[in-house]
Structures are given as C-alpha cells and as structure tokens.
C-alpha cells in the first residue's frame, strides 16, 4: 500500500478524536516482518494555534514546529499577558499602565499629580494625571534649567535659572534691590528678614519708621515723619509728674453739684410727677364714661331690635286668622 493509503486508513482509524498538538499519531505498518509504511499524522485539533503577540489567548496553544511564532516566545507572552505579576521586569518589561507591579519594588509607582518625582512612572491610561502634563512635571525635576517659566514657574529655592530668566536671590541686605527673590530656606539671608528689609525697599511710604528708619535723601514719607523721630533735649519728659501753677485760675469741676440747685431741681421734678399723675387719673375717668355710653348704646339698640321682632310676630298671627275665616 502506499503512504497516503496507510495515512487514510490510520485518520479513519481515529476518527472523531482531538488533540492539543500537531502530529499527535505516529503509525508504522509491518507485514511479514516487514515495514510497510509509516508516518504521523494530525488529528482534529480543538484550539487554534497561537498566531502572534497581537492575538494571544490564554486558551491558544503555542505551536512547537511553528517558525513564525516560536514556542519559547509564545510562552513568555502568555505569561507576561496572563501572569503578569508572578513575572520579573527581566522577562517582561514594566508597563506603562495598568501593571499591577507597579510600586512593589519590582516596577516604579506611578505619578500622582502634586507629588511627582524623579522615580516615578508616568501612567499613560490616567484619565486623573494625563501622561502629557506628567511627563511636563517631571521635566521640571530633571531637567529644570532647560525649561522656561511657562511651563515651570520659577521657584523659591534652589533654582538653578536664578539669574538667568528667573530673578536672582538676594544675599544681604546691602544687596538688596527690587527684582531679587527672597530664597526660601536659606541660612545666609534668612527669608522673613529678607521680606521685612524689601518692604523698605519696594513700599516703605507705607512702612513704620521703627521697622525702615528715615531715610536722609527722598524718603517719601516726608519731612514731617522725620522730625518725628527727632527728640528735642529741650522737651520734657513725659514720665515727669504735672505740677500745677498756683498762678493758674481755679477751673471749677463740671461733675461737682451745687446743694441749692439740687433742692430746685428736686422740688422742679417733684410738680412734673403731680401733673404726670393728675393727667393718668384723668384719661381713666374719660375712659371709664366712654365704656358706660358704649354698653348703654348696645343695650338699646338690643332692646330695639327685641320689641320690633315682637311686632311683627303679632302681625303675622293676625294675618293668619283672617286667612283661615
């Protein structure tokens, strides 16, 4: 017989059978003790064979004898896709998002906006911290002095543009002028001291004099705060006691009361009270005669009221009995 019929008769053989690999049946045939045909053949295979990277399944099978998608690779991205965490960064690289590894010392964590640094991965699957707005604040970490102040600001401390396109930092008061900045931080000028002497500087017309002494040429505050800040040693002390002249005509105390004019106010205050209670008594006597006229009105006008319901009572009697004869 020849090959194709040995192979016919071996795939009728295992006919309705599966299997997971390729050339999964070997046969030989021996007649008489001798070879007749032999070979492998392939049985109904129930996955398909992984094809690529780009279409891995975890349910695909890597194919051994495949040439375009070796079987070692097919592995490894199963697993990189499929297992992706019990796997080391050697053997499949580290994300750009959604890689659970990140921030477990085996990838880096990825930024948060407000604390990006100079280890930390920019997430491009983040909706929160875009990668693009990402990747512009990491740039002005680690490569601060090539970027310009629209993209990062200039900073209090440490810059290394100061000088440059960002203001330089003031060192001492002697130095101190309008563009400097006042470096955060810093031991040589210390910040809040730097502030305090640029205030003299840039508004010192709004400025005390105990904190920015008078100037002696164009101070804008003027003359007048100067010669403030002036002591005349002909000037008393203020601390020194007053002691009046004798000289002086007595001013007499305006709260110290006379006794007569008390006795005629009071006596004055005493009339105003009678009058007051003269008045009261007399508007309760009107009120009192308003009330008798008002509740003698009603009663007559009740009593009215009654006599003509009576009348005509009567007249409708009598309109009935001559009705009735």
């Given amino acids: ?3 194709n019929q040995a192979e016919y008769k071996v795939q009728q053989l295992f006919n309705g059978s599966t299997s997971t690999n390729r050339n999964s049946i070997y046969y030989s045939f021996v007649i008489n003790s001798f070879l007749d045909a032999y070979g492998q053949v392939d049985l109904k295979i129930w996955v398909d064979y992984c094809k690529s990277k780009s279409n891995i399944t975890a349910d695909c099978i890597c194919d051994t004898y495949s040439t375009s998608y070796p079987d070692l690779q097919c592995m490894r991205d199963k697993l ?4 992706l965490i019990h796997q080391t960064p050697a053997n499949c690289p580290c994300l750009s998002t959604c890689d659970p590894r990140a921030g477990q010392g085996q990838c880096p964590k990825y930024c948060v906006k407000g604390y990006t640094n100079t280890t930390c991965a920019c997430d491009t699957g983040s909706s929160i911290y875009p990668s693009e707005s990402c990747e512009k604040d990491k740039l002005c970490i680690i490569d601060l002095v090539n970027q310009t102040k629209t993209d990062c600001p200039c900073l209090m401390k440490g810059d290394p543009r100061a000088g440059d396109i960002c203001p330089s930092y003031c060192i001492s008061k002697a130095e101190l002028t309008i563009n400097c900045m006042c470096e955060l931080g810093s031991l040589l000028y210390p910040q809040a001291q730097c502030e305090r002497d640029k205030l003299c500087v840039v508004d010192i017309i709004h400025q005390s004099t105990s904190n920015c002494p008078c100037l002696e040429v164009d101070d804008p505050r ?12 002909s000037d008393p002390d203020p601390t020194d006691p007053i002691i009046p002249d004798p000289t002086d005509p007595i001013i007499p105390d305006p ?6 004019t008390e006795q005629e106010q009071g006596s004055g205050s005493k009339q105003d009270d009678e009058k007051k209670t003269e008045k009261e008594e007399s ?13 003698a009105g009603v009663l007559l006008l009740y009593y009215s009221l009654s006599s003509n319901r009576e009348i005509r009572r009567k007249q409708l009697k009598q309109k009935r009995k001559i009705k009735k004869f």
């Fill in 1 to 3: 017989q020849t090959a």
């Fill in 255 to 260: 709260t110290e009361k006379d006794p007569e």
């Fill in 283 to 295: 508007k309760t006597f009107n009120m009192i005669w308003i009330i008798f006229i008002v509740v």
């Fill in 222 to 233: 003027g003359e007048l705060v100067y010669q403030q800040t002036e002591i005349d040693p």
């Fill in 80 to 83: 990189c896709k499929f297992d």
